[in-house]
């Protein structure tokens, strides 16, 4: 283990200090989403919570494919930045800004003019479905601002700089929670709002942070050089399609396993209330660690695109092995907190105690599968910044939808194991993309472990 240490002992630290402030910031987007169940679980009633499941459910799927998509930039950023190219570095800044922003009104209007004509449709109860309407359409509204800011950010995240979106994030989220109190209670004179409340401070904070992270890229001295050529005339097809070559295939991988959840949320919804309530409670906070190892996903594509970009397989190689020792050590302590503190967690987000009995029996099993979701999301980092995204997207697919959801739908439903059969196969599904995405990395990874072919700076 000593020797282990110290053979990865430099890239521990490389990782942590790029992953620590992602891991927060990442944290940042599915805190809103977490801070929104507190409030309508504390101030409202479960026909709200169980709205707010529904809602998230169908919303993260258009969340990811905008985030999956704007991922695309942070490779070819590391890459280029490796290459000491900065002119190309502004250069792809002004097409992914652009493609961020037409993706972020398309996902809204699929939603509008798509989504909610059908949310009555889905076998939910009526009661839901009506609260859930018009929360659904304001956080439909919010992910324009959102990939903005989240444009910005990849940026600079791709460059090595990942405090400022954290500590944005923060601020954020402090915003969201004191508006989101203020709009659903009716405080200082304001009409209570109840679910819409929670719908409004999202849209709120959303449009700040992104406002705050674009003035911190434009007026930061330590961007300028990366700026020069920043403008909406380098607007290209060529780039934008380099963008969405990387962006798209993530997109959909975040798509596969997302919709699965999400697929397995409206499996639940028509098992009973309690049960979607519960579901929604436990999968807030298996998200919460999930999210913080996206950060150390994000460091992962990072180190892993700064080596690629100058052929340094050897380092890519000791790079990613060390963000795998990482994230397992912090799932595995997420996985301990869960089952020791199954029947406190749960209060956190509802004070029911029928849905709280449910959801301390599905922390049990979230806390079996938090290694599977660290090492596999570590995986598609490492990968992604290799530019290695078409396989790994195939592999998502077959573990989730092909594996997983139907898993989860025959022993929830088929055989009556209700809620906890469906997360059985969502753990299930989460083990085969974990163990395949490992094994395509040690294969491609292995070939040219022994290469290193530095590529000189241009002059």
């Not at 809103?32 to 709205?51: R, W």
């Not at 190309?88 to 209007?109: A, D, K, P, R």
Request: glycine share 10%.
């Amino acid at each position: 283990m000593k020797a282990i240490y110290h053979k990865y002992r430099p890239f521990y630290s490389e990782s942590l200090k790029l992953a620590i402030p992602v891991m927060i910031s990442q944290l940042g987007h599915i805190m809103v989403q977490i801070s929104d169940s507190i409030i309508i679980g504390h101030f409202t009633n479960k026909v709200s919570l169980a709205a707010v499941s529904l809602v998230n459910s169908l919303f993260m799927i258009p969340l990811v494919v905008g985030m999956g998509i704007s991922y695309g930039l942070t490779p070819l950023i590391a890459q280029n930045n490796a290459r000491k190219d900065f002119k190309e570095c502004g250069l792809l800044l002004s097409n992914s800004l652009m493609l961020n922003l037409l993706t972020g009104i398309v996902l809204f209007s699929v939603i509008y003019f798509g989504t909610l004509p059908l949310i009555g449709h889905l076998g939910q109860a009526p009661s839901v479905v009506k609260t859930a309407t018009p929360y659904l359409f304001l956080l439909s509204l919010s992910i324009i601002p959102l990939l903005i800011f989240n444009t910005f950010k990849q940026f600079a995240e791709g460059l090595g700089f990942t405090k400022q979106a954290m500590k944005i994030s923060i601020w954020g989220n402090v915003i969201n929670i004191c508006l989101g109190v203020i709009f659903v209670k009716g405080l200082f004179g304001i009409h209570p709002m109840g679910i819409k409340g929670v719908g409004y401070s999202t849209l709120i904070d959303r449009c700040v942070m992104a406002i705050v992270m674009a003035i911190y890229v434009f007026k930061s001295p330590i961007f300028k050089g990366y700026l020069k050529n920043f403008a909406v005339k380098n607007i290209d097809r060529l780039r934008g399609l380099r963008i969405l070559k990387i962006g798209a295939p993530v997109a959909l991988q975040y798509i596969f396993e997302v919709s699965a959840f999400g697929g397995a949320s409206i499996l639940i919804g028509t098992i009973g209330v309690n049960q979607q309530a519960a579901h929604l409670v436990a999968l807030n906070l298996a998200s919460a660690t999930y999210m913080m190892a996206t950060g150390v996903s994000a460091a992962a594509a990072i180190k892993s695109g700064n080596y690629f970009g100058i052929n340094d397989h050897k380092n890519l190689r000791l790079a990613a092995i060390s963000n795998y020792h990482i994230v397992l050590i912090l799932m595995g302590i997420t996985a301990v907190i869960f089952a020791l503190g199954r029947n406190y967690l749960p209060w956190i987000i509802t004070s029911d105690k029928d849905v709280i009995i449910i959801a301390s029996q599905l922390l049990i099993i979230a806390a079996f599968f938090q290694l599977f979701d660290g090492t596999q999301v570590v995986g598609l980092g490492v990968l992604r910044g290799m530019g290695d995204v078409n396989i790994p997207t195939f592999i998502t697919f077959l573990a989730y939808w092909v594996g997983g959801l139907p898993i989860g739908y025959l022993l929830g439903v088929k055989l009556k194991m209700g809620v906890y059969g469906v997360w059985y196969g969502l753990v299930l599904g989460l083990a085969i993309a974990s163990v395949l995405l490992f094994f395509r990395f040690n294969l491609i990874s292995k070939r040219h472990r022994d290469i290193t072919i530095p590529i000189p700076a241009k002059d």
